[in-house]
Every structure is written in C-alpha cells, then in structure tokens.
C-alpha cells in the first residue's frame, strides 16, 4: 500500500528531463558481499540507505579540486579544438551567406553567422554533474518482508554529495521527479567507510508550514507542485545503523548539513527538501544551516 | 517568518569552486543581479491586470496566473522573476556552467560528451509532448515564487498573454523573454491586486 502510494506520487510527478544522466555510481547486493563477489574497497565510499520501502533518489558529487582540474584541462583542450575549427566554419558560411544572398527565391534566408569561441562563451556543462549517483528503486542490497524493509548500499567516488531529489533513473539515463533545486542536504563520505544514512531521506525532513499537504491527492494539472507530506509522522522515526553483514567494515552515521541551491541541470519538477529539525531551514527561499547556527551559538557567536 | 531565523547562518545560494585563474573562465559565474535606473522602470508599460473574472476564467487560474509581493521592488522582483524562469526552464542560474552555450558547441561542434550530462531525452519527450513541458514550467514557476513568498493571482487568458510566455520543447528569443520578464516583475512590485489570492 505504502509502495503504491509512493509509485503513484511519483508517476503523478513524473516529469521528463531535458538530460541524461551518467552515473558513476554502482549498486552493491547483500548476497555477493557475503559471497566475496563484491568487496568493500579502501579507495572507494559507500552510501548505505535503508528504509520502509523502496526509494530512488540522485546524488551530485560536489566539485572538489580534483574535479576542478579535470574540467579545466576538459574545457581548455576542448575550446581548442573548436578554435581550429572556426576559420573553416567561418569560411563555409560566409560561401553559404553569399549564395543566399544571391539567389531570388522569395524564401531564402542568410544563414546565421557562427559564434566565434572564445574563453569567455566557451562552455562544456556543469562542472556538478561529473559525478551523478543514483540508487533505487531496483536493485537493494537487502530486503525483508516483515517488517518490510529496504536497503541500498551504493559505491561511490569518496567526496561531499549533495542529495539532488527524490528522483528515478530510468536505464538509458532519462528521469523523472522533484530536483531539491531549492535547498538540500550535503553530507561527507569518506574512502574506505560505509556512510550510513539510514531512513533520513524518507522521514529526515517534515513539512513545510507554508506549502501545507493537500487534502486529496494532486493529479492534473497540479501533478508536481511542492505540497511534501510528513513521512516522519507515519514512518518514523529517525532510524541510523547497518546490517550485521556491514558490522564488520568501518562505518558512520552521515553528518548532513544545509546546502544552497543548484541548477535543475535535468529540466525536472523544481522543489526543495522540506525543512529538517535542526539541520535545514528557509527564511523565504534563503537556505538556513541550523547546524551552523548551533556551533555558533554553541561558541558565544552570533 | 522572514526573520525566523535571524540568529543562524543563511547559506550562500551560490555554487562556489576554487577555481585557478587560468581555468577560472571554465566554471562560469553566477548570474548578477541585475540594477535598473527609475527611468528605466519607468519606461517598462504597466501591463493591465483588472477583469471581471467569469466563472471560464476561475477555471484556467491554473494556467493563467501573475505574482505579487508586498513591499517588494522593481530590481528584487525582476531578478525574482529570472531566477525562477531559469530554474523552471533549465537554464543555469546559479554559476558553474552555462547551458545554453554548452548546447550551442555541441549542435555546431559535435562535443557531446565533454563534459557529460548534456543529452536531449528525445525518448522522454516523445512520451509525454510538448504540452506537459509548458505544465512543468507553470508549476516550476509556482513552486519557486512561492518560495520566494509571493502570492499568486488569476487572470483572464487575453490579459496574461499579453505579458507571459508559454514554452514546451523550444525557448523563446532572449528578447521578447526579457521583455515579458520586466512586465511581470513591474506586476510583481506594483500596487497590491485587489483580486483573491491562490494556492501557491
């Protein structure tokens, strides 16, 4: 029922997206962990989530100066080689230019002119999506059925992730769902440790007093609009802790903090995760790190 | 409630990244806020919003729709405005890359790839049509004004079209956008409407 539910609002939801991701994530069973199919590597991270039912979501490795070097280098080499390229399209439209030019048919249009690349218009993409991970809702790491429950472990590149949304991978990389565009979570993993973020997506973050839940589901035209629903009330609380099958690594609960906001870089449904007690609040659109707040106060500091 | 939380840190909505100086012109900046003289909104024409609204009206408030917010000027509504058109049209507002230009190379250049991402989901948008892109950005637009605290207002489908904009699979020229924006953005700062407000 809880599934069903949960399918319906996102097929209510489901939005297409304008990109594909590719992902650099990898899901990792239970089953093979125990068999030595799949090892827990020193170099690598690992997102544990687990949960009621089953969940989806992306993840953006946040740029670190790794990421940024990588870009750099990709952009430069990149913007030069459309440089070498633009006298010959400069030279191909100015011949296309000239016929139109000549020609009587009452249709015929000037080419437009190519932009000449330089360092200032030249662009390869959004640095935030080098690392996209996904997980859900297909392939769990465990599952059981009484109580019902679902666990993801994900491998992943070591590094800061922001929680981009509730959002489905579909194979090919289309998707469909809310970006948290608007204000999120960001959290650390490390290499080597299994970051454990328990069922803090699902019942993390509460409602929102300013967009209350509607009475009936929304449909039609309405599919889509930020209305959360307080997931903590029915399917909390707060739960952190892996299976006995993970006991034996390092691991630790994820430390989640308020983060800003990013592009929707995918063209989905534009939202926000719902306020969290004492991690994430909004003035208006503004973003508030509670967390921030508390280590000032914490301080003596304003 | 927009002093609430006063006394904690308001995270930066800007994506930040140190970039070196030689590659600092690969991540792009954010968008600047944009400043506007009073002769400049001055001379921006204050569309008409009065009507009296028929019950077919009330029925297309889900389509056909303007902002406004209390104590909110010209500049701050405007850049309001743009943020969300941005945000709801996919188009990078908040620094790090610059979508538009990324798809300009890849279409005369072929550098699909480069930097990842960037693929048209053509399979996606056979499914669902251009129909159900132009419902997304409406919503978009709600959810992210609303954000923002501005309240939502019907309005008869004649008027608002003479300062909105619909968009499905292609993007309106950058002229008539900005035009259209600074229209609703002299709305969205203007005299409180006297009509009911809507659901965010």
New interface residues.
């Given amino acids: 029922m809880i599934r069903n539910l949960f399918c319906a609002a996102a097929l209510a939801a489901a939005l297409p997206s304008f990109a594909a991701a590719q992902l650099t994530s990898q899901s990792i069973e239970e089953k093979n962990l125990i068999s030595g199919k799949a090892k827990i590597e020193p170099d690598s991270g690992y997102i544990y989530v687990s949960g009621p039912f089953r969940q989806n979501a992306l993840l953006l490795r946040l740029p670190d100066e790794t990421t940024v070097a990588a870009y750099e280098k990709d952009w430069a080499e990149a913007l030069a080689k459309v440089q070498k390229k633009y006298p010959a399209k400069l030279k191909s439209w100015e011949q296309r230019a000239a016929i139109a030019r000549q020609t009587k048919a009452k249709n015929a249009t000037i080419p437009e002119k190519p932009i000449e690349p330089t360092a200032e218009n030249f662009a390869i993409g959004a640095i935030e999506l080098r690392d996209p991970v996904s997980f859900g809702p297909q392939y769990v790491f465990a599952k059981s059925e009484s109580p019902e429950s679902y666990s993801y472990l994900t491998k992943v590149k070591p590094g800061r992730y922001a929680y981009y949304g509730p959002i489905f991978v579909a194979g090919g990389g289309a998707m469909a769902g809310f970006c948290y565009c608007m204000g999120t979570v960001a959290f650390e993993v490390k290499p080597g440790v299994i970051t454990d973020t328990g069922n803090f997506f699902l019942v993390g973050p509460g409602l929102d007093p300013d967009f209350p839940p509607p009475s009936t589901p929304l449909a039609g035209s309405e599919a889509g609009l930020y209305r959360p629903q307080n997931l903590g009330s029915q399917h909390g609380p707060l739960r952190f802790g892996v299976p006995e099958s993970l006991k034996a690594f390092p691991y630790a609960e994820a430390d989640f903090r308020a983060y800003g906001k990013l592009d929707n870089f995918y063209g989905l449904s534009v939202g926000r995760m719902p306020p969290v007690p004492g991690v994430l609040a909004y003035d208006r659109d503004k973003i508030v790190d509670l967390k921030a707040g508390a280590a000032a106060a914490g301080s003596g500091g304003e | ?5 006063v ?9 930040s ?4 100086n ?2 600092a ?4 900046p954010p968008v600047p806020m944009q400043h506007f003289t009073a002769d400049e909104v001055a001379a921006v024409a204050v569309p008409d919003t009065a009507f009296e609204a028929t019950p077919a009206d009330v029925e297309t408030y ?2 056909y729709f303007y902002f406004h917010r209390d104590s909110t000027d010209f500049d701050t509504a405007y850049n309001d405005i743009s943020e969300c058109d ?9 620094g ?4 538009y ?2 798809n ?2 890849i279409g ?2 072929g ?1 699909a790839g ?8 053509a ?3 056979a ?2 049509g251009s129909a ?2 132009r ?2 950005r ?3 637009m ?3 004004m ?4 501005y309240d939502r207002y019907g309005m008869e489908k004649e008027r608002w079209q003479a300062f909105h904009f619909e968009e499905g699979f292609g993007r309106v020229k950058d002229e008539k956008r900005t035009g259209y924006l600074m229209k609703q953005a002299r709305v969205a700062s203007g005299p409180k409407p006297g009509a009911e407000v809507l659901p ?1």
């Fill in positions: 409630m927009p002093n609430r939380y006394s904690v840190a308001i995270v930066a909505t800007c994506f990244v140190t970039a070196t030689a590659g012109q690969a991540i792009k889900d389509k941005a945000v709801s049209s996919g188009i990078n507002f908040y790090g890359g610059d979508s230009m990324t300009y190379y005369q250049y550098l480069a930097a990842g991402g960037v693929i048209g989901s399979v996606a948008d499914i669902f159900e892109r419902r997304i409406r919503i978009n709600r959810n992210c609303g954000f923002k605290g965010k």
